[in-house]
């Protein structure tokens, strides 16, 4: 059973440009998770999803970041016009539905230059 | 507003002892508790939980302790190992109240010395 995947491990992008990420849930999973860690800082929350619905982006900037989770495919977290505070490691984890521990991907590394 | 705090950004023991170490919150609707373990260039993999309703939990060299009244847990893990050494992290939810978000601490560098 493959875990969470993520990808691309890393990205670049140059300031303006769109950055997409993307998450494979583990097989049988239909909730996720997006997380963001800047540098010398913890995880924070940006969104929850599952299968076609947001559940709760109270996390999210409300200007530029969008996040789907398609019922098929995998999730997309999505930032327009990339700044250079957007450089960051963007985790993803999925539980199922009736789960209690998240499980996380191995992250997103994007860097705006 | 910080509503999981963990208040040592670091801690160094050496290998064959205890490693003790912290976490405090304060939203009062927080009633599941994970730890996860973090190496660098990977995701958090999580360890051990621990529901409001009960005061303790054990798998293996990892117990979690919570103390609702002061609103703190802690894990320890004995004998630590050099394998140890990582970042750790605390999270909470309020699932009763139907909130699925994980909140994070900043994290605790784990360094097993051997």
């Known amino acids: 059973n493959a875990g969470v995947m993520q990808n691309p491990r890393h990205l670049v992008r140059r300031r303006g440009q769109e950055a997409r990420l993307r998450c494979s849930p583990m097989?049988?999973?239909?909730?996720v998770y997006w997380y963001r860690q800047l540098p010398e800082e913890g995880l924070k929350f940006m969104v929850y999803l599952q299968k076609e619905n947001i559940i709760d982006e109270s996390g999210m900037p409300k200007e530029r970041f969008s996040a789907e989770f398609p019922k098929e495919g995998p999730s997309i977290l999505r930032i327009q016009q990339v700044v250079r505070g957007d450089s960051a490691a963007y985790f993803c984890?999925?539980?199922?539905?009736?789960?209690?521990?998240?499980?996380f991907g191995q992250g997103t590394r994007l860097t705006v230059v | 507003d910080q509503q999981v705090k963990q208040n040592s950004p670091s801690l160094s023991v050496q290998e064959g002892r205890i490693s003790i170490l912290n976490c405090d919150y304060t939203?009062?609707?927080?009633?599941?508790f994970l730890w996860y373990k973090k190496y660098p260039a990977e995701g958090p993999t999580f360890l051990i939980s621990i529901s409001s309703i009960k005061d303790k939990n054990e798998d293996g060299r990892f117990t979690v302790f919570l103390n609702k009244s002061a609103k703190h847990l802690s894990l320890h893990i004995v004998p630590s190992q050099p394998g140890d050494s990582a970042v750790y992290f605390c999270a909470a939810s309020a699932r009763g109240a139907g909130s699925y978000q994980l909140t994070f601490g900043k994290g605790t560098k784990l360094s097993v010395i051997p």
């Open positions: 984890a999925s539980l199922p539905s009736q789960g209690t521990e998240a499980f």
């Open positions: 939203n009062s609707m927080f009633d599941y």
């Open positions: 097989k049988g999973h239909s909730h």
